[in-house]
């Protein structure tokens, strides 16, 4: 009974559903995220991989169903009002200050330097001080193998190195679950490599992960779980070998994983 | 050319130039300042007044400046609202920009990417901390180039306040044609005094620019 707290799943996502106006985006998804796990979501494009990540941290907000953050309820006051009201904005924030979140475009802000970039919230949302945010920040740099491109402005960047000044900004808040989506997507195929080993890394560490990848390599070898979405249903969700190293079960899937088969062979 | 027309005439002539620059500065600032707050309004505010600013911003783009200013000045008081026409160009000038400078902050904030913003919440910065620290700053790329060129613009339309008399420029001018039967040397000076404003202003747009597009250089 006593480990019932730290067997309870950092997420934890409750019979899940969205709708933008008429279309069903995401139904009835159900899934845990354990503490230290890596979590990642494949399938077809539009299938909802995006949705359902950007539901975990009520970027968009799920119309039914419930996701808990270590059982507390996200974005909504409670899941059984109906119609359900949102929390306040206070609130929201601070829940969110526990999901990090990277996205495929970086969204880096252009005016702040990288070391700004990743202080900014250290000091207006943790309130730090300049001088103690700007220690943190360099630290989060330097797990990223950025310290000495802390003066530079994203347009000084390459993209890989964009990136992985994002990780940075999230991971500096200390967030106990990462939520990553495509973050090698927009990259030239020469930078995936340094953004996937500083994932891979952060994984090794401990982090929770959840990760919305084209990146099969990174799901076969690097997932604790692999789930498969699509026309917004969760499929399956299983350790990657049961995907990756047989044939799977499932027609949907084994079709997806033949296109890239296919396209590796090219 | 008559030296000393300009003599008699430059007090004036450059008397009316202060009034102009004077009712220019202070009628595009205010209006630039009016622009801002309905932009804000519109984008931040309910809805109903979102309805009423766009109204208000299609019948002052919809109407020419002059006869705003009619209207302000000579029908004024019919409502207790009685103006010198110094006060009465000015405040016109104010209404008349203000549409003017809200589309271009309105479509500035348009320019601001949404994924920075999503990014900015996503570390859980409020609302308020997202307008300050990330939209703001960041408005002024898209906003200064078109900012400068409707300040070049404003800088001629206050000649249209000479119609309910405010003594600025082209009055003078007209005051100097008028008493002494010249007109290519009169206007030549306003020409110039104009040039200077625009030169000037456009110096000063272009410097701000490249301030506050530094950080997009690639070096
Ligand atoms: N804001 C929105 N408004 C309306 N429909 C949307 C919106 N966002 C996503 N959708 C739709 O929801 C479905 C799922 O989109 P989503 O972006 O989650 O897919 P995805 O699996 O991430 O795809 P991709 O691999 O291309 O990124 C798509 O059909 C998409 O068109
Ligand atoms: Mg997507």
């Given amino acids: 009974m006593g480990d019932n707290l730290t067997d309870q799943p950092i997420i934890q996502v409750r019979n899940m559903s969205k709708y933008f106006d008429e279309f069903e985006a995401l139904r009835d998804v159900t899934l845990d995220v354990h503490r230290s796990e890596v979590l990642c979501l494949i399938g077809p494009s539009g299938s909802g991989k995006s949705t359902l990540l950007r539901c975990l941290n009520f970027l968009e907000a799920y119309d039914g ?16 009002a109906s119609p359900r009201k949102a929390l306040s904005g206070e609130a929201l924030r601070r829940q969110r200050q526990h999901i990090g979140m990277v996205f495929q475009q970086f969204n880096l802000w252009p005016h702040l330097t990288a070391l700004e970039n990743v202080a900014e919230a250290l000091i207006h949302v943790k309130g730090l001080g300049k001088k103690q945010a700007h220690e943190k920040a360099r630290a989060a740099l330097a797990k990223v193998n950025l310290s000495d491109k802390e003066k530079n402005y994203p347009a000084n960047l390459s993209g890989g190195q964009q990136q992985r000044v994002a990780i940075a900004r999230a991971i500096a808040m200390e967030p106990s679950v990462m939520l990553f989506d495509e973050p090698t997507s927009a990259l030239d195929p020469e930078l995936v490599g340094e953004v ?46 049961e995907i990756f190293g047989q044939v799977p079960e499932d027609p949907r899937v084994r079709a997806f994983l033949q296109t890239y088969r296919e396209r590796n062979v090219v | ?10 007090p004036a002539l450059l008397s009316g130039f202060g009034v102009t ?15 801002f707050l309905l932009a804000c309004l519109y984008r931040f505010g309910p809805k109903a007044l979102g309805w009423l600013i766009y109204i208000y911003v299609e019948i002052i783009r919809g109407t020419p400046f002059m006869i705003q200013l009619f209207i302000l000045y000579y029908g004024g008081p019919y409502v207790g609202l009685v103006l010198s026409p110094m006060q009465a160009g000015i405040l016109s000038f104010i209404i008349y920009g203000s549409p003017y400078f809200s589309e271009i902050f309105r479509s500035g904030f348009n320019a601001i990417p949404k994924g920075q913003i999503e990014a900015a919440r996503c570390v859980g910065l409020s609302e308020r901390r997202i307008l300050m620290r990330i ?18 613009i404003l800088t001629k339309e206050t000649a249209i306040l000479s ?11 007209q005051t100097m044609a008028a008493e002494t039967f010249t007109f290519v040397e009169p206007f030549l000076v306003l020409s110039l005094f104009y040039w200077v404003l625009v030169i000037g202003t456009s110096w000063v747009g272009e410097r701000v620019e490249a301030r506050v597009t530094r950080h997009l250089r690639r070096v």
């Fill in chain 1, 65 to 80: 169903g419930e996701v808990l953050l270590e059982g507390e309820l996200i974005g909504w006051k409670s899941a059984g």
């Fill in chain 1, 196 to 241: 996937l080993s500083v994932m891979k890394e952060m994984a090794n560490e401990g982090m929770t992960m959840v990760v919305v990848t084209h990146e099969m390599g990174f799901a076969a070898h690097v997932a604790d779980r692999v789930a498969f979405l699509d026309s917004g249903r969760l499929v399956t969700c299983v350790p990657p070998a």
């Fill in chain 2, 1 to 10: 050319m008559e030296l000393d027309l300009f003599i008699r005439y430059g």
């Fill in chain 2, 21 to 35: 620059i004077l009712c220019w500065l202070v009628g595009s600032i205010g209006g630039l300042v009016l622009g």
């Fill in chain 2, 135 to 152: 939209i703001l700053p960041q408005m002024l790329v898209p906003t200064t180039a078109p900012l400068t060129n409707f300040f070049i």
């Fill in chain 2, 163 to 173: 119609v309910v008399t405010v003594p600025e420029l082209l009055y003078e001018t």
